[in-house]
């Protein structure tokens, strides 16, 4: 089947804007987990989900920063009142369960560029 | 101290090279554990997880060290193709959110 997707592939906004970056996970896959990849650095873990809920929201970076998924499916991710330090490529992966023994399969990412 | 850590390189080594990394891990309750491959401008794929007897894929070998808490990637006749940068991961099965990347270490085959 079909692997994860992620929409839009890029966006360019300006600062102040809102933006919705939205992640489709591999069917019936019940984790889902949305990472923050600045240019040359690691993985910065933001939140995840296991079905609808969100155990741990405790790396989202700030509270303009939002997330949530619908129908144990498709997660938005929210970024309120845009900065220039948000640009980054925004990763979506989802594994079949929520352990940390998971295999994570990678969306191709959002790069946002706040200008 | 980081919860993983890598050398960033760039190692740069010729094609047939043997290329070896190491990834080092604070929390010495981790019980998983991954290399990942991340290409230029794409997302991180699974390159192979690491057991505790040590495990190999081919030309890639994976070892485990808890004593020391370090995990390894070796890496024998290398290929233009493995360029590219290696994520080290590690995890704990009591929660999704516990699985650390590593910043990933960059290596670089040449002809």
């Known amino acids: 089947g079909a692997g994860v997707s992620q929409s839009p592939s890029n966006k360019v906004t300006e600062k102040g804007k809102d933006v919705e970056l939205r992640c489709d996970p591999i069917s019936g896959h019940t984790a889902l987990y949305w990472y923050r990849q600045s240019l040359g650095q690691g993985l910065e873990f933001l939140i995840y989900?296991?079905?609808?809920?969100?155990?741990?929201k405790s790396g989202l970076p700030s509270d303009r920063f939002s997330a949530e998924r619908t129908g144990g499916s498709v997660s938005t991710l929210t970024i309120q009142r845009t900065q220039q330090e948000d640009s980054a490529v925004y990763l979506c992966a989802s594994s079949l369960r929520s352990s940390g023994s998971e295999t994570q399969y990678f969306g191709p990412g959002t790069r946002l560029l706040v200008l | 101290r980081k919860e993983v850590e890598q050398d960033p390189g760039p190692f740069n080594v010729p094609e047939g090279a043997t290329v070896a990394f190491n990834c080092t891990y604070s929390?010495?309750?981790?019980?998983?554990f991954f290399w990942y491959r991340q290409d230029c401008r794409k997302e991180p794929k699974l390159l192979m997880s690491?057991?505790?007897s040590g495990n190999e894929d081919g030309r890639f070998t994976a070892q485990l060290n808890r004593a020391s808490q370090y995990i390894s990637l070796l890496i024998r006749d290398s290929k233009l193709s493995d360029s590219a940068t290696y994520l080290c991961?590690?995890?704990?099965?009591?929660?999704?959110?516990?699985?650390?990347f590593g910043s990933g270490t960059r290596l670089s085959i040449r002809p």
């Open positions: 929390n010495s309750a981790s019980q998983s």
């Open positions: 991961v590690v995890g704990d099965y009591s929660s999704a959110s516990k699985i650390i």
């Open positions: 690491v057991y505790s």
């Open positions: 989900f296991q079905g609808n809920s969100a155990p741990d």
